[in-house]
């Protein structure tokens, strides 16, 4: 096994010898924090008067000091004995764990001829077979690794048919980006007890993802909205059937047109009274749509969301079952989807042959896309091309017929993976297009239109996208120089809006685009900030807490570059050099700590004696022990509601969110409450007289026939009160 030296941060490995057995403590040496008599067990050895074996970090502030076990920790001495000059030793020590799981590894791979290390194709996994290489006594240089783009009987054996080394640089590249979230994270995370509340955390990356959703909510507050006007005249060709809407675009010379205020509408309407209008410019064309590639890890969690509303973590929960194998009726057990943490956009050519040869035995030969596709990544990194895109492991194999044998998010997920991936080998949409220009007096309204000649891949898929389209309609035969009847003429006021929230689909797009992170991250990061307090969601939204405001102001103040969207995408481009095998990761991880450092010294300086306020939510209650107003308070499990007269009046109890919807069974308030595992649901707030409870959303809208509280569930509406039994579908927008 190996253990980090670091001389200034410099990290250089050591070869370590290991003995079996033995305990041994911790007392040599001068700690930072002084843990109590912690014993090693498992394998160790002593190397100047340091104990060495695997590690796995934790927060310091986290050891044990009395008989708790603790997973992982990392130790860093001040002063360590036995260790000349300024030189630093980080000490990586394993306490209890997984003994018992290394010790029947060790056995079964003593019975066997040789030991092949199969873990996920990515920079995790090969660390992992690099642990496990050291664990179980394997040379990392023998060709003991392989790896499955999927879990096939095809996919297996390509990958057991070419056994190769453990990539060094993959390695490097992940312990690389782990040190780094190490130096960052535990550097901070202290910074932050002093400075905002004890337990706080900060992380390299996360801290970027705050920073955006924190701008973006800036960016809506210092919104200036700009008046403008829409003049829509509603037409019908004299004679002939069909209405249609034409739009002002422009003086009647050409020159663009914006109506800025209601006083320059009322002119402009009044000009119109009685004019005719003229088609005056016919413009006929053709129009192709192609279809969106294949999905890739960003592309396929944003997808979900707005399909199915899938967090990451659900989306990628159900992936990585997919991708491990699931038992098919007929296929056995198999797994359905290639390697889900990619980034890259290329399709094996044998996938691409199937596919083509499925489409045109189900839609025909004109369906088949001729050439083939080629498309650029949206990120601001590179792609790293390791993997395929996320396809279906056999495209032959429909979801109608793999529905047979599974159900819930993973069917959803597959139609979804297989639809887009079938589509994106498929035939453009042709569209054949008509432009009107027509002109009534010193105006020139147009209107536009189009008929689908060819529906090719929108026969089977249409990408759901965040924003809200405007729909265009076919028009009616039109023809130059056409007195058109005026039906209509409407002036509408409109004020340009802002920017949206951040969604977790959007969110992991801006990430994507902006270079931060990589495929295996983007669902850890949302989990992360969500958990940690910084950020809520708020009916899929993600909004920051007062917490989380603060913890950025510091950030933004002190940190400036720890923060900033275009450092952090440099940073990982430097960990994809050292993954190519042209850098050095130590090297790579020296050079960043010292501007770091530097950053860290200042702010102890600059924030000297000062702390930041978290910020507390002001609410309508009043205590009734002293007469203050209440207020929502962040605190380590969460919300609550207290005094603000607080520590002079300790009043306080549970936060809890009145839906305004009633209970069936006693007329109680329906309040949100989530489950231990953090689902939410809902209950009366008599509980535990009434124990009424349901997953359903209570809505505002009431009963017809009885006047209770209507509850949502899978598109519809119903009433829950015992003998009613109303039932309506829920309007389409």
Not at 114 to 138: F, K, M, Q, Y
Not at 359 to 379: F, H, L, M, P, Q
Not at 634 to 661: I, M, W
Request: hydrophobic share 35%.
């Amino acid at each position: 096994e190996v253990t980090m030296k670091i001389v200034k941060y410099k990290v250089v490995p050591i070869e370590v010898q290991f003995t079996e057995g033995g305990g041994a403590k911790l007392s040599d040496l001068d700690w930072d924090y002084e843990p109590k008599a912690v014993t090693l067990s498992g394998d160790s050895t002593v190397l100047d008067g340091l104990n060495s074996i695997q590690l796995e970090p934790i927060d310091l502030s986290t050891l044990p000091s009395n008989d708790e076990t603790v997973e992982r920790a990392i130790l860093i001495p001040n002063d360590a004995k036995n260790v000349s000059g300024e030189e630093t030793v980080s000490v990586r020590i394993t306490i209890k764990g997984k003994q018992k799981l290394v010790k029947e590894l060790k056995a079964e791979a003593k019975k066997c001829d040789g030991v092949l290390l199969a873990t996920d194709p990515d920079r995790e996994g090969e660390a992992i077979s690099w642990h496990l290489a050291n664990i179980l006594g394997l040379d990392p240089s023998a060709p003991n690794r392989v790896t499955f783009d999927e879990i096939t009987k095809k996919g297996v054996k390509e990958g057991m048919a070419h056994p190769r080394a453990i990539n060094i640089d993959l390695f490097n590249a992940q312990q690389a980006r782990r040190e780094l979230d190490r130096l960052v994270g535990y550097k901070l995370s202290p910074f932050l007890w002093k400075k905002v509340r004890r337990g706080l955390s900060a992380g390299r990356v996360q801290s970027v993802a705050v920073r955006l959703i924190r701008d973006r909510e800036l960016e809506i507050e210092n919104f200036k909205p700009d008046e403008y006007w829409n003049i829509d005249a509603l037409l019908n060709p004299q004679g002939e059937k069909g209405e249609f809407t034409a739009r002002l675009a422009a003086t009647a010379d050409g020159k663009k047109l914006t109506v800025t205020n209601k006083q320059q509408a009322d002119g402009i309407l009044a000009a119109l009274d009685g004019r005719d209008y003229t088609i005056t410019k016919i413009e006929k064309g053709k129009r192709r749509r192609q279809p969106s590639p294949p999905f890739i890890t960003s592309t396929l969690q944003q997808d979900a969301s707005r399909a199915f509303g899938f967090s990451a973590t659900r989306t990628m929960r159900a992936a990585q079952t997919l991708y491990e194998g699931m038992d098919i009726a007929g296929h056995g057990t198999v797994g359905l989807i290639t390697y889900m943490r990619t980034d890259s956009l290329r399709i094996a050519a044998e996938a691409q042959a199937a596919a083509k040869t499925f489409i045109a035995e189900r839609w025909g030969d004109n369906y088949v896309c001729k050439t083939a596709r080629k498309w650029k990544s949206r990120s601001a990194t590179a792609a790293q091309d390791a993997h395929e895109a996320i396809r279906p492991s056999m495209p032959e194999l429909t979801p109608d017929e793999v529905e047979q044998s599974i159900s819930g998010d993973t069917a959803k997920l597959y139609r979804l993976i297989w639809s887009r991936f079938m589509a994106s080998q498929m035939a453009d949409c042709i569209q054949d297009t008509v432009s009107a220009s027509i002109t009534a007096g010193d105006y020139l309204f147009r209107a536009s239109g189009f008929r689908v000649s060819f529906d090719g891949f929108t026969a089977l898929y249409e990408e759901s996208t965040d924003d809200a389209k405007k729909k265009e309609t076919a028009l009616p035969p039109l023809e130059e120089g056409q007195t058109l009847k005026l039906k209509k003429l409407t002036a509408d006021q409109k004020f340009t809006q802002p920017p949206p929230l951040y969604t977790e689909a959007t969110l992991i797009h801006a990430l994507e685009e902006n270079g931060i992170g990589r495929p295996s991250t983007y669902a850890p990061i949302i989990t992360t900030i969500v958990d940690r307090g910084y950020v809520e969601k708020d009916q899929k939204k993600l909004k920051t807490t007062p917490l989380g405001q603060a913890v950025n102001t510091v950030m933004m103040e002190q940190f400036p570059d720890i923060v900033n969207v275009k450092f952090s995408a440099d940073m990982e481009k430097k960990l994809d050099v050292v993954e190519a095998g042209q850098a050095d990761w130590v090297k790579t991880i020296d050079d960043f700590y010292q501007g770091f450092e530097k950053s860290l010294e200042q702010a102890e300086k600059n924030m000297e004696g000062k702390r930041i306020k978290v910020e507390d939510i002001p609410t309508d209650e009043i205590c009734e022990k002293c007469g203050r107003p209440m207020v929502i308070k962040s605190g380590r499990y969460g919300k609550f509601v207290a005094c603000s007269g607080f520590p002079e009046c300790r009043n306080a109890h549970p936060l809890v969110k009145d839906t305004g919807g009633l209970c069936p069974l006693d007329g109680g308030h329906m309040l949100v409450r989530k489950s231990a595992k953090g689902r939410v649901y809902y209950g009366c707030s008599n509980y535990p007289k009434c124990n009424y409870m349901t997953w359903d959303e209570p809505v505002p809208e009431k009963c017809p026939q009885c006047g209770s509280t209507l509850f949502k569930k899978k598109g519809q509406l119903y009433c829950a009160k015992e003998g009613c039994g109303f039932v309506k579908a829920i309007e389409k927008k």
